[in-house]
């Protein structure tokens, strides 16, 4: 999961936790949020047409409800949730300080429907600044260490809400193992591997 910080037409500095995330294609800088109608998030991001997708670590889980807590848009939900300023570099959105990894977005587009009556929406960012702390980016080759990390996960029951975090299985492969001559079709988006 994920935290979006937004910012009204007003400046008002607004956070919610989303979990309805997904990356579109692995050659696209594109991301997908699914999100109710009835969302500062989505007001603020239709006003200012900007994101931050901030990824928290297990450490941030009693940050999910403060920033989750439905409260009016005048109220600036960095303060309630007792949440710092992390200044973005492409955005005028800031990020949230402490999480391990910040996507900034300009809004690329909203795809709006309606399913047994209740209206949803799709939200496309273009991500033009991906940001990962150094501890937990690998410079030579890309990869994120998710031990360090410890990504903050949710799955639900008809109870409510268990937080997890994930376990690295120390298994790989390289994406030219999907196709027959063993080649990656996009390998032209990667950096020579080191020898
Ligand atoms: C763990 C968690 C995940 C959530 N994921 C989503 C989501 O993917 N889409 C959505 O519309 N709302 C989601 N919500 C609900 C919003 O975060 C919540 O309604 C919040 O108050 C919206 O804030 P806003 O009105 O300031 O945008 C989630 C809530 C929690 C606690």
Request: proline share 8%.
């Amino acid at each position: 999961m994920a935290f979006i910080s937004t910012v009204s037409g007003e400046g008002i500095r607004n956070i919610a936790p989303y979990s309805c995330l997904m990356p579109i294609l692995r050659p696209f800088d594109l991301i997908c949020v699914a999100s109710a109608k009835m969302r500062d998030t989505y007001v603020n991001i239709m006003e200012t047409e900007e994101f931050v997708i901030n990824l928290p670590g297990a450490d941030m889980v009693e940050k999910v409800i403060p920033t989750a807590s439905h409260v009016p848009p005048e109220i600036d939900e960095f303060e309630l949730a007792g949440l710092e300023e992390k200044p973005s570099a492409k955005v005028t959105v800031p990020g949230i300080r402490g999480c391990y990894a910040w996507m900034e977005c300009e809004l690329h587009r909203i795809y709006e429907d309606t399913y047994m009556e209740v209206p949803y929406l799709l939200i496309v960012g273009k991500v033009v600044h991906l940001e990962v702390d150094d501890r937990i980016y690998n410079r030579n080759d890309g990869s994120w260490d998710t031990e360090a990390a410890r990504p903050l996960m949710m799955v639900e029951s008809d109870r409510g809400m268990h937080f997890c975090t994930v376990t690295d299985l120390k298994y790989f492969e390289p994406y030219g193992a999907m196709f027959p001559d063993g080649k990656d079709p996009l390998s032209w988006m990667y950096k020579e591997e080191s020898p």
